[in-house]
């Protein structure tokens, strides 16, 4: 799977193509090439192939198959969510409510959505990174009409109390989104559980191609339509089928069903390693809840050092910074602003995420790699 002597820890950012992902969406490629709206048996074959992908999703989020509808991705399926849901209840209320930790699919929504009339309320968090619900609960209005809070956050993977979140809104009768890109995949996801009615799927975020995703609707549901077209997807989302990559998100909805604690043990497992190893560094913070996190995640921050500076140093290692430097300045992450971390430490902070194809051994020479680095910027 790796070709380079590089270390991958962003898992976060991107997950590669399962190699079993690969092979099942192969045969879409060359043999099963007609269209799915065709009643010939070209046309049959990949109508079957989407159906069995769209069951393999609903197995996955405990959901009916008829609640799917496949996009073009995690960004797609926010806007659908978000614009369809607010252009089609606005004569219900034009406030909606998120958080200011959100993914920016979702906060350049929210932000187009204000200049169309809407009033939008952002949520701070706690320290950790979760949204208090009291807080949730004084922000809510008589036209208040949605809430979209994201289950895991890409950065620092806390938890939202997404459960707690579901059963306040539907005291006041209102719906609740989830983006759920980075949670699908890393945690159980079940929308009976948490009590959703429209989730976010980004398929490249668990091992999937890029460029597929879905959305959950539940039943009963109406958005506005965001496409516009043939009568594709029940005539939710316009446009021919791209049945290439909804097999492979199939697939991956699969393998995401497979041995799930298992998976999560052992990503918990090498987390737990690289932060240990970490520790002895001294001057440096751990991000996010602890408790209610993402098993894969480990947000570190090094006290009066640059994260661009700390890339620099170990070009072997793939890591996200949670900040960026234009012209001299330090721009800190939307994130660990909302969290209150420190400016000594948000501007040295470093994501770091494994995943299935991460090894023992790339962790102990991470680490290796890493505390050289840091050892070296100090002096």
């Given at each position: 799977m790796i070709i380079t002597n590089m270390i991958y820890l962003d898992y976060n950012a991107t997950t590669p193509v399962a190699k079993e992902v690969a092979e099942a969406m192969q045969p879409y490629l060359f043999e099963y090439f007609g269209n799915p709206s065709s009643s010939h048996w070209y046309g049959q074959q990949t109508k079957n192939a989407i159906e069995k992908a769209r069951k393999s999703l609903a197995d996955m989020l405990n959901c009916d198959t008829s609640e799917i509808v496949f996009t073009s991705g995690g960004s797609e399926s926010n806007n659908y969510a978000l614009k369809g849901f607010a252009f089609q209840h606005q004569?219900?209320?034009?406030?909606?409510?998120?958080?200011?930790?959100?993914?920016?699919?979702?906060?350049?929504?929210?932000?187009f959505l204000e200049q169309e009339g809407f009033e939008i309320s952002y949520l701070p968090v706690d320290e950790s990174g979760r949204v208090r619900i009291s807080d949730l609960e004084n922000a809510i209005r008589p036209d208040t009409i949605l809430i979209s809070i994201m289950y895991a956050n890409n950065e620092v993977g806390s938890l939202q109390p997404l459960k707690e979140i579901s059963a306040l809104a539907r005291k006041h009768n209102i719906a609740v989104h989830t983006d759920c890109a980075q949670a699908i995949g890393k945690v159980p996801v079940d929308v009976e559980d948490l009590g959703v009615d429209l989730l976010t799927v980004a398929g490249h975020k668990f091992y999937g191609p890029k460029g597929i995703g879905a959305l959950y609707i539940r039943k009963g549901i109406q958005l506005r339509k965001l496409i516009h077209g043939a009568d594709h997807e029940s005539n939710r989302r316009a446009g021919t089928e791209n049945i290439l990559e909804i097999v492979g998100l199939g697939k991956a909805a699969e393998l995401a069903m497979y041995e799930p604690e298992k998976r999560m043990q052992r990503e918990q497992k090498l987390v737990e390693m690289l932060k240990s190893g970490l520790l002895p560094l001294g001057e440096l913070q751990f991000n996010g809840n602890q408790a209610y996190k993402l098993p894969n995640t480990l947000s570190v921050s090094f006290k009066n050092l640059r994260a661009v500076d700390i890339l620099s140093q170990m070009p072997n290692i793939a890591a996200s910074a949670g900040a960026a430097c234009h012209s001299d300045a330090v721009k800190i992450s939307a994130t660990l602003d909302a969290m209150n971390v420190p400016f000594e430490f948000a501007m040295g902070t470093?994501?770091?995420?494994?995943?299935?194809?991460?090894?023992?051994?790339?962790?102990?020479?991470?680490?290796?790699?890493?505390?050289?680095a840091i050892k070296l910027l100090r002096k």
């Open positions: 004569e219900k209320g034009k406030h909606i409510i998120t958080s200011k930790i959100e993914h920016p699919a979702i906060i350049e929504v929210c932000k470093l994501r770091l995420s494994v995943g299935k194809y991460t090894t023992e051994e790339e962790i102990k020479t991470a680490i290796t790699e890493i505390s050289a």
